[in-house]
């Protein structure tokens, strides 16, 4: 049996969301798995040792990261690499299958080059839209890169573009990623 920590920064609550979903499917399949929000400052707390693996996942809004998600494996980076790693990057450009693939998703591509950290894993899920419950500026920005990107505009739109059962796929792969090192 894995034990996981599934670490997650989240603007509007998808990323938490996914986060939640990927350690449903571990608990699932009878493993154990802790989910910690990076902006819960407990982080002192986390007995790193006790994880056999460690899943981080963060949403892209802007072309950017929070800093809070820099600060974070910053701070980290050798508790992150110490066990078998994964990074998750949630953007809407994922709704695009070719913007799946690690190297042709412009954000997953920047995390590396600005991250202290290295993940040894990397995953890229695509976002949700969700015009409603953003602040009209947050709403107009966004529909404004969504033209340019041929996105949906309609600010009315929410459209959940994450393939969920892929979700669940990660969630095995991030289990096996820490089942392999224990019988190591």
């Not at 450009?93 to 190297?103: G, L, M, W």
Request: hydrophobic share 40%; charged share 20%.
């Amino acid at each position: 049996m894995a034990k996981t920590l599934v670490i997650y920064y989240s603007r509007g609550g998808h990323t938490a969301q996914i986060s939640r979903a990927i350690a449903e499917q571990i608990v699932h399949n009878g493993h154990q798995c802790d989910v910690v929000n990076i902006l819960d400052n407990n982080h002192a707390d986390i007995d790193w040792a006790s994880y056999d693996v460690i899943a981080l996942g963060a949403c892209v809004l802007y072309g950017s990261y929070h800093k809070s998600v820099f600060e974070f494996v910053n701070r980290y980076q050798q508790q992150l690499s110490s066990k078998p790693n994964s990074f998750f990057c949630v953007n809407v450009v994922a709704r695009k299958p070719e913007k799946r693939i690690p190297e042709n998703n412009k954000y997953l591509q920047k995390f590396i080059e600005l991250s202290p950290w290295q993940p040894q894993d990397v995953k890229i899920i695509a976002g949700k839209v969700n015009y409603p419950s953003w602040t009209w500026y947050d709403s107009l920005a966004i529909r404004l890169i969504m033209k340019m990107t041929d996105g949906p505009t309609d600010p009315k739109s929410v459209i959940d573009y994450t393939d969920w059962e892929d979700v669940k796929v990660y969630a095995d792969h991030v289990v096996s990623l820490g089942v392999t090192a224990v019988a190591s």
